[in-house]
């Protein structure tokens, strides 16, 4: 359990304030906020002006690196809130952000698990099928499949 510090919580009115975002809550998975910009309006200063404030809330680069206690906390914190990355200034900073962002093995077995059984309903023409009384379709096929590519990156950099 966490709580959130104040300059947090007023990052997340001000987002959600906006008329074009709005949060995805599915339970046991981390909130998601979906932005939609305005006609006309320039989504690259919009980003700037929603990911600054947000940036600042949640803190962005650590610079004590001799702190490691403070930076896996940072990092599991980050992570808690859904985030799915962390910026690193320096190479020791990037296998602790593997080690907390890497998936368990029993988020890889059940990720392969439903890419599979997904493949062979894709061949039958299915679009939705259960998986251990859970339905899967499309979303939750992608999101296993972001689980299976995550791990492969982090393997990736670790053979460098």
Not at 13 to 24: C, G, N, Q, R, W
Not at 96 to 109: I, W, Y
Not at 127 to 155: F, N, S, T, W
Request: glycine share 6%.
């Amino acid at each position: 359990m966490f709580t959130l510090s104040r300059r947090t919580m007023l990052a997340g009115a001000l987002l959600t304030a906006l008329p074009l975002v709005h949060a995805e809550n599915w339970p046991g998975k981390p909130v998601r906020l979906i932005v939609g910009f305005p006609a006309g309006s320039s989504p690259d200063l919009t980003a700037r002006a929603l990911a600054e404030p947000l940036g600042r809330a949640l803190g962005q680069a650590v610079v004590e690196l001799r702190n490691t206690a403070g930076f896996d906390h940072c990092v599991q914190h980050v992570k808690d809130l859904g985030f799915q990355g962390k910026m690193c200034i320096h190479p020791d900073q990037i296998e602790r952000v593997n080690q907390t962002f890497r998936p368990t093995a029993a988020e890889l077995e059940r990720a392969r698990q439903v890419v599979a059984a997904f493949a062979q309903a894709e061949r039958e023409g299915l679009a939705a099928i259960q998986v251990d009384g859970q339905m899967v379709d499309y979303p939750i096929v992608h999101a296993a499949q972001r689980v299976l590519d995550r791990e492969a990156v982090i393997v990736q950099s670790q053979q460098r």
